[in-house]
């Protein structure tokens, strides 16, 4: 009589999901790749100069949600995608400063900005599209970032290596300008441009774990 074979039961394994970057900001790649993400980069293309909003959370909001949908409209619908698009500026005495875009305008801002502190807000737009449904999440990270007082010459020579020229703030966290950071209130990663925990909550409630997300290097 031959034994009685029972087959062990199957896990059943999760579609991937094909996960897309709508931002060309190299520091928001490497904080994803680094906590276990591999997402595709597609740029939306966004004219950021054309959007106003009434204040600066009302502003990362907008672009964040504008750049996720633009990429998202020209993808195959029929695939399981998660988009994610932000945008990040610094609120400084109630008004949103973003990428200074010269030499010039980023002294100024340095100099305006040395020995005082402003909140670096981030909007976070999510598209989950799984199961032949589609969900969509906006939220805002905010984090204060107290800067050091800068001498005139830490000043120039800081805008001199052309970093602060192409971020929002004129300043980065993650790079040359780590050391003119004195202190921040909130979480680090929404300072680099996109809110891992933030957007953890956002996944979470679209239905997405984050370990699924998880790719092997």
């Known amino acids: 009589m031959q034994p009685i074979h029972t087959p062990r039961p199957v896990t059943p394994v999760s579609r991937a999901i094909r996960l897309i970057l709508a931002s060309h900001s190299p520091a928001r790649l490497a904080t994803l790749q680094a906590a276990g993400l591999q997402p595709d980069v597609i740029v939306a293309g966004v004219d950021e100069s054309s959007f106003h909003a009434p204040t600066p959370t009302d502003l990362v909001a907008l672009l964040a949600r504008h750049k996720a949908e633009a990429v998202f409209a020209g993808l195959d619908q029929k695939d399981d995608v998660i988009v994610i698009g932000c945008d990040s500026v610094l609120d400084f005495d109630g008004e949103p400063q973003g990428k200074p875009g010269s030499a010039q305008a980023a002294v100024a801002l340095l100099r305006r900005t040395r020995g005082r502190s402003g909140t670096l807000v981030t909007g976070h737009h999510l ?69 891992l925990p933030l957007l953890r909550l956002m996944l979470m409630d679209c239905g997405v774990s984050w370990p699924r997300l998880w790719r092997s290097s």
């Open 127 to 195: 598209i989950v599209a799984t199961d032949q449904q589609v969900r969509r999440d906006t939220r805002v990270g905010s984090s204060v970032v107290h800067m050091a007082d800068m001498t005139d010459a830490e000043v120039e020579a800081y805008v001199a290596t052309g970093e602060p020229v192409n971020v929002a703030g004129g300043f980065t966290i993650d790079g040359l300008g780590g050391p003119f950071i004195s202190a921040i209130e909130g979480d680090y990663h929404n300072v680099v441009g996109i809110s």
